[in-house]
């Protein structure tokens, strides 16, 4: 019975291991300390310094990248705030040896920046995580 028990506990323990060690899954815990308003110094000190820099210009490449079930008509809206507002997007790539280009891959973080270096928005997880807007982006109705 022991060894049943014993065999249990290991088979969890390498669970748990595995979970951890996930890495879409660190850079989700990792970016879940990021909040919209804070500055570059704090985007640098969580997530290093990004793999490519960009200008604001169009996001039509965040339009999946809302939450399930987002009306469309919101989306158009917190889109053309975000395109107006946007001043520069950083991009990382999810392993540090990646390159980065202006449309993040799959696994990658990217946030938007205001002309003061401040997040407005940011995708923690690409292809996993939804896009996380300043309040007032969306309409209260679309927030969960």
């Known amino acids: 019975m022991w060894r049943v028990t014993l065999g249990i506990l290991l088979l969890g323990a390498g ?3 595995w979970a951890l060690s996930n890495p879409e899954r660190r850079r ?3 970016v879940n300390r990021l909040e919209v ?3 570059a110094a704090r985007i640098t000190a969580l997530l290093g310094r990004p793999g490519a820099t960009c200008r604001g210009g169009p996001l039509d490449h965040l339009r999946d990248r809302f939450p399930t079930g987002t009306p469309p008509a919101a989306m158009e809206q917190a889109l053309a705030r975000m395109e107006k ?7 990382f790539p999810l392993r540090s040896e990646g390159r980065a280009g202006c449309v993040p891959g799959r696994g990658a973080t990217e946030v938007g920046l205001d ?3 401040r997040v407005l928005w940011y995708v923690p997880v690409t292809g996993r995580v939804p896009v996380v807007v300043a309040e007032g982006y969306l309409p209260a109705a679309t927030v969960t």
């Open 85 to 91: 507002e946007t001043a520069e997007r950083w991009v």
């Open 15 to 17: 669970l748990l291991a």
């Open 28 to 30: 989700a815990r990792l």
């Open 115 to 117: 002309r003061r270096r």
């Open 37 to 39: 308003g804070d500055d």
